[in-house]
């Protein structure tokens, strides 16, 4: 069917993007701006990968991807935290540490060929028509990105922590003085958005084209830093920007396909073009969810 | 050697060209290479670099290679090439068709020193062009495409509407036509040399329309995996790619820079090295077809014949009558398209149904 395999399609091209994305949104909540979602991600691509051949188990490779992101965004974290370096150099450098770094680490495995990683199978239920593939066919990282977007939104607009968290990225100083604890909070901020970015470049390398080659991310980890700003910080519209995008890029190669005669090129970019478009206008329409107001200022406890 | 992958990858983002030396000699000739992209694409700069290390085991110890991976096409490369000669390299290869007027220039700066630009047209005294004819193989797969095919479509994954690629899109139908009159092609332009997961989405979308056979001129072996996954046949692109598809891939066009590269180094060492333009294809084995896989006996004795026929100037992919999609005869019966006009080719033959790209 059709529709099935355009939203199969649109599912694994939006899943690395959503999940990078997310973590990138709860460290930009906290305050902490990491420009180094590319390098951590596809430090995640390239760890994932060669743990999961040398174990043979995509788990043991998703697991390998998580802490490469996690390790990235603790230096980052020490530089950033613990020594008040400026965000968006420490950032930048993150970007080109992980991109070296990764090309390292992978230099032995490429050429190495992996099956993508198992799909859920269910009897009976992966086998409905067009339901059954997309709701009980995906791998595990896809259900993973839904959860993640799910925990998110819950943690920060229903849970304590979520309110701590919030306010110290709109004002780590009153938070302080109320005596929370704001470094250690905004590490585990930054923690959780490296793992997640490590999260997503293990699927990039396990699940949508299984191998390595270096700098295999192409810009996915710029494109999900930029739909967090464009989301508003709202996990919500994040998963719909994310899946916009995907379903445009998508649907425009299937335009292609068909020769409808547009120059390629203007076809290329709107995937971009439609998601500014649209999560700008959500963003007026709803009044909720400007800038964390401390995004980027590192914050120096006077003890 | 893993170093230098670090320290090149360091030099992608920051631009700052980093330079990986083995030991250094006085009396050995130092050759320099300028790549594209990183050596690890599995691709276009992973073959120029099989051939660097060829040249290295070929002669040895009278040869000291450097090279400098993920070098932005434009005018940062100029800094990058002029680097290389600074550091004492007095043969410099640089590898991609952007390098083209940074080269040019380096050349000019220095006189003394020989350059190579790959897939170029501009040439000075000190300064050779080179390339391969890659639609010679495109016309091999086009013709395997055509015996295998059962659907009657190929989905071609593309990068840019550049000549290269146009050239071999034209070439490949060419081809698939000799054999099926019928063959469709659906072309998906990706914008991109490398992108695995947007060659990938690609492949798919073309395979959802129906292709059975898929052929990319993009540099990750991202659609190959695809093929084997959804049981349909496709061609490798730059290197052999059997291992991603065992059962899907068909063939594949291989660069061969090896020969070129050791016989020109000899050159500069004998002192008989002179500018000039070498455009080798399967003849001189510039350009070589992996082997031939997953069909039938007389299939693959088809696609030999074919080779045999390139390579010996038998059979010209663009030979005459050649027709342009509006009716033009271009090429009368009897001759072939001159080089120039290849090179320059920036429109469709008759009977592609595709838009022609601007």
């Known amino acids: ?303 | 050697m893993k170093r230098r992958d670090f320290l090149g990858g360091a030099a992608v983002t920051c631009s700052l060209a980093m330079f990986a030396t083995a030991a250094p000699a006085a009396d050995k000739l130092k050759v320099g290479f300028i790549y594209v992209g990183p050596i690890g694409d599995f691709g276009w700069s992973y073959q120029h670099d099989v051939a660097r290390k060829a040249l290295e085991k070929a002669l040895g110890d009278k040869v000291q290679t450097t090279y400098v991976e993920n070098v932005p096409e434009g005018p940062d490369a100029e800094r990058a090439i002029e680097g290389l000669v600074r550091d004492g390299a007095k043969l410099v290869f640089t590898t991609s068709f952007g390098f083209m007027d940074a080269t040019v220039k380096v050349a000019k700066r220095y006189p003394a020193v020989k350059f190579e630009h790959g897939t170029g047209y501009k040439r000075d005294t000190n300064l050779a062009t080179y390339s391969g004819r890659f639609y010679e193989g495109r016309y091999v797969i086009g013709q395997l495409a055509g015996k295998m095919s059962k659907s009657g479509i190929v989905g071609y994954v593309a990068s840019f509407p550049i000549p290269e690629v146009v050239s071999g899109i034209n070439s490949f139908m060419l081809g698939a036509w000799s054999v099926r009159p019928d063959m469709k092609v659906k072309i998906v332009w990706v914008n991109a040399w490398f992108d695995p997961g947007k060659e990938a989405d690609a492949a798919k979308t073309l395979i959802d329309q129906g292709a059975d056979i898929i052929t990319q001129h993009t540099d990750s072996p991202a659609a190959i995996q695809i093929a084997e996954q959804r049981g349909v046949h496709v061609f490798g692109q730059d290197s052999d790619m059997i291992n991603f598809g065992p059962h899907a891939q068909l063939s594949a066009i291989v660069d061969n820079w090896s020969d070129y590269y050791i016989q020109r180094t000899q050159a500069v060492l004998d002192g008989t090295w002179k500018s000039g333009d070498v455009w080798g294809g399967l003849g001189s084995k510039m350009v070589v077809m992996a082997p031939f896989t997953n069909m039938p006996e007389d299939v693959r004795k088809m696609a030999e014949a074919t080779v045999a026929d390139i390579s010996s100037g038998k059979l010209h992919p663009f030979h005459g009558p050649l027709y342009k999609q509006d009716g033009t005869l271009v090429v009368k019966a009897g001759a072939v398209l001159p080089d120039p006009d290849i090179l320059g080719m920036n429109w469709y033959v008759k009977g592609i149904d595709e838009k022609a790209p601007q």
């Open chain 1, 1 to 303: 069917m059709f529709l099935e395999a355009i939203v199969l399609t649109v599912i694994t091209a939006s899943t690395p993007l959503l999940m990078a994305a997310v973590g990138e949104l709860v460290a930009e909540r906290s305050g902490v701006l990491n420009l180094g979602v590319e390098g951590m991600m596809v430090m995640g691509a390239s760890c994932g990968f060669v743990a999961a051949i040398l174990s043979g188990s995509s788990i043991v490779g998703a697991l390998a991807g998580i802490g490469a992101g996690t390790a990235l965004a603790a230096a980052f974290a020490f530089m950033t935290l613990r020594l008040a370096a400026n965000q968006v150099a420490s950032g930048l450098a993150l970007t080109i540490l992980g991109l070296g770094l990764s090309g390292l680490i992978g230099a032995d495995f490429v050429g190495a060929r992996r099956d993508p990683a198992p799909k859920l199978h269910i009897d009976g239920l992966s086998d409905l028509p067009f339901v059954g593939p997309i709701l009980f066919g995906q791998d595990g990282f896809v259900y993973a990105s839904v959860a993640l977007v799910l925990g998110t939104s819950w943690f920060l607009w229903r849970s304590r922590a979520g309110l701590t968290l919030r306010a110290i990225g709109d004002n780590p100083v009153s938070a302080h003085s109320l005596g929370h604890k704001v470094l250690r909070i905004r590490l585990l901020a930054t923690l959780f958005g490296g793992a997640c970015a490590g999260l997503a470049g293990a699927y990039l390398s396990l699940g949508y084209t299984p191998f390595w080659v270096k700098g295999m991310t192409a810009g996915r980890g710029w494109i999900a830093l930029a739909l967090v700003v464009f989301a508003s910080w709202s996990p919500w519209r994040l998963a719909a920007g994310a899946y916009l995008f995907g379903t445009v890029t998508i649907l425009q190669l299937y335009a292609q396909g068909y020769g409808l005669g547009i120059p390629s090129q203007l076809m290329s970019s709107l995937p971009y073009l439609a998601t500014i478009l649209v999560l700008v206008l959500m963003s007026r329409a709803r009044g909720r969810g400007a800038a964390p107001a401390s995004l980027g200022m590192p914050f120096v406890p006077d003890r």
